[in-house]
């Protein structure tokens, strides 16, 4: 018996997230519930969570609940956390009539564009979507349910008033994925490098991202990267953060222009590797638990598909390409440390991590489409969530029944061949 240090990883993939707001709601409710049985059984310690697009907002959520913040005594219990994620999607949720209405017209759209009706392509930057947005605002419609800056201020009110110094002590992290599309790089936007950045982290990384990764960059936690991380090209304008450096090749010096962001899908989702950069081996979590939305596989060969289809399966190989490829990464590094040990550099910097999978049920999973990612109607998020509780409350049960025996990835990425064929 012990205590794991786990960190948190969320996929995203638009409402379907609602997945991952049951998963970490019964995680928290777990582990509050553990911590009081005393020396009952395994427990585990939430060092760290990463996230894109829906899973970057999950992850902001419980980080937010869970560390001190000098304007809300709430903050930095896993009450808090639990109240955050819950109102992160109530809110998110269509809940007025002119919402639900603006939810239905979207859904019914979307499945005549499924069934090969001709729609005119959507263009983010058209003066007619602001037009339409300012419609459904006089009509009603909440700022939260319309912008993900309303949303997150909303969301996180006290920002600016987190404390940041017990932050650094209680070892707890955040980080968002998303991609500046000028530049090409993958960045993510880190509560450790707002430390860094305030003299506060007690073991900064030594790489400097200017000279040595000038395609993997590490910002300031902020709402705007948040945001960034989930604003969809097809649909939104790329989130604009002003006066970002950026590196210059076959320089040292580096220019100062606005940044533009899109969705992490197209970079990390969610970022993983990061969780493990720049920390002594003993604060790098023991495991990492993937929640994930994307679904490995197809339920049946694709003997013929239709462009929607196609377009699905894409989405879906997009958002598990980087993630696959991350979590491969540290497979490898595990096999390097059981063949020659970790006494001698470079493994004495690494430790054995277990990289775990929570997934969604394959009936569910399987009876999604692309089209369903923008579905905001509270009872079909509020069955997500169920899912995801109960799913989430098995899991963890196994968990801490089987301890070594319990399955790990990549084999529990996968659906048993009874459910891809049944």
């Not at 999950?58 to 955050?84: F, H």
């Not at 580096?254 to 993983?272: C, F, H, T």
């Not at 169920?386 to 070594?404: C, K, M, N, S």
């Amino acid at each position: 018996m012990g205590t794991k240090k786990i960190a948190l990883a969320c996929q995203g993939g638009g409402t379907h997230a609602a997945f991952t707001w049951g998963v970490l709601g019964e995680i928290l409710k777990t582990k509050a519930a553990w911590d009081a049985q005393g020396d009952s059984g395994d427990k585990i310690d939430i060092v760290a969570l990463s996230g894109t697009s829906a899973g970057a907002l999950c992850a902001l959520a419980t980080w937010y609940g869970l560390v001190p913040n000098q304007a809300d005594p709430a903050c930095g219990s896993i009450d808090k956390a639990v109240e955050r994620l819950d109102f992160l999607w109530t809110t998110f949720a269509a809940r007025t009539p002119v919402e639900a209405a603006f939810n239905q017209f979207v859904a019914s759209m979307l499945a005549l564009k499924s069934t090969g009706v001709p729609f005119p392509g959507t263009d983010p930057y058209a003066g007619y979507g602001a037009v339409g947005l300012g419609a459904l605002a006089a009509l009603g419609a909440r700022p939260q349910f319309l912008g993900f800056a309303a949303l997150l201020e909303a969301l996180c009110p006290h920002f600016d008033a987190i404390d940041w110094i017990k932050v650094a002590d209680l070892n707890r992290r955040v980080v968002a994925g998303a991609i500046e599309i000028v530049s090409g790089n993958f960045e993510i936007f880190d509560s450790d490098k707002t430390l860094e950045e305030r003299g506060l982290l007690a073991e900064a990384p030594r790489v400097d991202q200017y000279k040595e990764t000038r395609w993997r960059m590490r910002r300031a936690l902020s709402l705007e990267g948040v945001a960034a991380s989930g604003t969809l090209p097809d649909l939104l304008p790329a989130q604009v953060i002003e006066n970002m450096s950026f590196p210059v090749c076959h320089s040292s010096e580096a220019v100062i222009r606005n940044g533009y962001y899109w969705d992490g899908l197209y970079s990390q989702n969610p970022p993983v590797r990061n969780l493990l950069d720049g920390r002594s081996k003993e604060n790098k979590p023991d495991e990492i638990w993937v929640i994930r939305i994307n679904p490995q596989e197809m339920r049946e060969n694709p003997a013929r598909m239709t462009p929607e289809a196609i377009s699905d399966r894409e989405n879906d190989l997009a958002g598990n390409l980087s993630l696959n490829q991350e979590l491969d990464h540290i497979l490898t590094v595990n096999r390097w440390l059981e063949k020659y040990g970790d006494e001698h550099p470079p493994l004495n910097a690494h430790k054995t991590v277990i990289v775990r999978t929570i997934k969604m049920l394959p009936e569910t999973v399987w009876g999604m489409s692309h089209t369903t990612k923008f579905d905001r109607a509270p009872e079909y998020l509020h069955r997500l969530r169920d899912e995801g509780h109960e799913v989430a409350r098995r899991w963890l049960g196994d968990w801490r029944a089987r301890g070594a025996d319990f399955p790990s990835y990549p084999d529990d990425a996968r659906y048993p061949p009874s459910a891809r064929t049944g």
